[in-house]
């Protein structure tokens, strides 16, 4: 099973790049769930991790996930420039104001660009803010998105395993759990899921502290027993 892990600097890829992880998520100001970095940073970032894919976060704020006019045009501006980059992918989300259902319109336009240099798709947590997840995964698909990063719902992630469940059944896109999972739950959540994605946990003392390469090893080690 894949590990993902969150890289926030270019320290954070140096490390991580000597571990066992399997991906690299890249981002800026988890303070705020993580928003879209420098590109001098992931350039930067792709020369150390040469053998960890490194997928970009493409978030303009933290404002909602219904983004203004401004906002949608900055998104599109990122993954123009990212997209001319090696890096592996985006990881982003819009979500329409008011019925918090996927932005299609807007969406195929971002996906548009990405798919130009065959970059992978990954809806980041807004996903679990939509109405149905059926029908939003129905629509990721048909967009092209691989992956969707969930949590499962609203709850800490080991209250979800039903809907994790559910989600991976439907065959349609990638289940990557994200949110709350470490080193206690690792081996339980990979039971229900396809791949993991882990932040805080891997860290020394939360966010504002240095990777932890023991952590991630031993979480890579907890999910790939049988």
């Known amino acids: 099973m894949k590990l993902e892990v969150i890289a926030t600097s270019i320290a954070d890829v140096k490390a991580i790049s000597q571990s066992q992880a399997d991906r690299i998520e890249y981002c800026h100001t988890m303070v705020d769930g993580g928003l879209t970095p420098k590109i001098k940073e992931v350039k930067q970032a792709l020369l150390l991790a040469d053998h960890q894919p490194i997928n970009v976060m493409i978030r303009p704020n933290a404002k909602s996930f219904a983004y203004s006019w401004l906002a949608y045009q900055r998104m599109k501006w990122s993954v123009y420039q990212f997209a001319k980059t090696d890096v592996n992918g985006f990881v982003l989300g819009i979500l329409k104001k008011g019925s918090n259902e996927i932005d299609e319109k807007r969406l195929k336009k971002l996906v548009k660009i990405a798919q130009k240099q ?7 947590r807004a996903i679990d803010q939509v109405p149905s997840y059926s029908q ?21 992630i080991t209250k979800n395993f039903t809907t994790l469940d559910q989600l991976q059944k439907m065959h349609k896109v ?16 990979s039971l229900h899921v396809d791949e993991l994605h882990v932040g805080s946990s891997v860290r020394v003392n939360g966010w504002d502290s240095s990777i932890d390469i023991e952590k991630i090893n031993q979480i890579k080690k907890l999910i790939e027993k049988g």
């Open 174 to 189: 990638i289940i990557l759990a994200g949110g709350g999972v470490n080193q206690d739950n690792a081996k339980e959540v």
């Open 136 to 156: 939003a995964l129905d629509t990721l698909k048909s967009l092209g998105f691989k992956t969707i990063l969930t949590t499962g719902g609203h709850q800490a």
């Open 118 to 124: 065959n970059k992978e798709l990954v809806f980041h």
